[in-house]
């Protein structure tokens, strides 16, 4: 069966979406392991909340799949059924909570669509902010450009004489690119097991975008042909994020993520897509980021701990600094 497109047929006219929520997203990161707690009304989905499950040591965990940077409970903007009227979407998500399996663990950053987490909180979930920056996609691309912070303009106008932008970078390439670098700039190791299967997971979910026309590589390069900085894009239900991104260490590179940051802000602009900053990988990313202008947006953070999973950490914690 064609999930997706069964998906789309049996789903309420207007949902609160993002590209995370597509079924052949969630396919695509997990080789379709994945599980969803469902509220049907008149033959629609009004209601859904995908979640990938985990077992060990007898501990049962809810989260998100890998890639994938929000999730959380996806709900129906109008009536579609009695009963379930706008904005009773407390029921909903009662209904919703109530179908997940038993679990020690949940833990799911909600897109900002979902601004307040009270209902959750009723029902014992606790939560947390997380923050990310959205420049809308009515702001037109003059506007933007002068909403740049002065230096980074000029960091942009100087990386375009001294780089070439590449539009057909390989996924492969990125994938050996961003490897290489990421455990360099961060000093992380990784088994080659762990890294075939992150590559795995990427090139999956690369090759998942472009089938739905969703997601790109740009790159730049210096004027050796050496591949300074890469960025993967992907886009849907009127956003596009910034989702992955890496770049060299070499101060030859200075300047080409704030170029790709650009060329992205002005393909967003060209697709009429709201950009989104997808978060902020580490708290000195938030300077350089808001240097961009756009607009400060809360991620919700829901978790929800068992007593007795809450209780072992406890007693972790004392006996690891008992003198």
Known sequence: MDYSNE????TAPAFRATIFHEP????????????????????????????????SMGIT????????????????????????RKPDHRALLNELMGQLPRHDYFHQVCDPSIESALPLYTLGYDSALTYTLRIEASQSTDITWQG????IRQTIQKAQKTFALQYDLGIDEFCHFYNLNVKSNHKLSWSKNFERRANQVKI???????????????????EKNVLRAAIMLVWGHGVMFYFLTVHDADPAGAGAIKLLIWEALKMAHAKRLTFDFDGFSRPEAVNILTGFGGEIRN???????SPL???????????????
Not at 7 to 10: D, I
Not at 299 to 304: E, H, M, S, V
Request: proline share 6%; net charge positive.
């Open 148 to 151: 740049i912070r002065p230096r």
């Open 309 to 323: 999973l809450l209780f072992a950490r406890t007693i972790k914690s004392k006996t690891r600094f008992a003198i």
């Open 61 to 84: 965990a809810l989260g998100m799949p890998p890639l994938t940077h929000t999730l959380g409970p996806q709900l129906s903007l109008f009536e579609t059924a009695p009963g379930f």
């Open 204 to 222: 999956r979910l690369y090759e998942a975008c472009r089938a739905q026309d969703s997601g790109c590589l740009l790159a730049v390069r210096d």
């Open 24 to 55: 052949w997203w969630l396919d695509a990161v997990t080789q379709g392991d994945w599980c969803e707690a469902r509220v049907d009304a008149n033959g629609k989905i009004i209601a859904r909340l995908p979640y990938v499950m985990k077992r």
């Open 299 to 305: 991620r919700i953070a829901i978790t929800k701990i």
């Open 7 to 10: 998906f789309a047929r049996h």
